[in-house]
């Protein structure tokens, strides 16, 4: 088992950053792909980004690429999102996810994540 507890969340305007943290507790915390995923109002679960065991591989959604970085300290069970250069549309909740899956390259979908922190709100104004 493993439980996550998002931070970081809140109101920035476009074009300023937020870094989000997700502390996990229970066991062997190095052993599971960590994600994030967000969900506006109305609209289905996105993926965001994953990082693997190690934290040498990552993969972005497009929309994030060369502003969101995905990262991870396996000494503090915490994974982050450093969102840069936000935009309107990053509003969100936003998800940090645990799988035992292997890792693989590519987008995932969230039925692939076991375990799901409560969630932290983004809201980027225009």
């Known amino acids: 088992q493993v439980q996550l507890v998002e931070s970081g969340g809140g109101l920035v305007q476009a074009g300023g950053s937020l870094r989000l943290s997700c502390a996990a507790s229970?066991?062997?915390?190095?052993?599971?792909?960590m994600g994030w995923f967000r969900q506006a109002p109305g609209k289905e679960r996105e993926f965001v980004a994953t990082i693997s065991w190690s934290g040498r591989s990552t993969t972005y959604v497009d929309s994030v690429k060369g502003r969101f970085t995905i990262s991870r300290d396996n000494a503090e069970n915490t994974v982050y999102l450093q969102m840069n250069t936000l935009k309107p549309e990053d509003t969100a909740v936003y998800y940090c996810?645990?799988?035992?899956?292997?890792?693989?390259?590519?987008?995932?979908?969230?039925?692939?994540?076991?375990?799901w922190g409560q969630g932290t709100q983004v809201t980027v104004s225009s």
């Open positions: 996810a645990a799988t035992s899956r292997q890792w693989r390259a590519g987008t995932w979908e969230s039925y692939e994540y076991n375990y």
């Open positions: 229970g066991r062997s915390f190095s052993n599971y792909v």
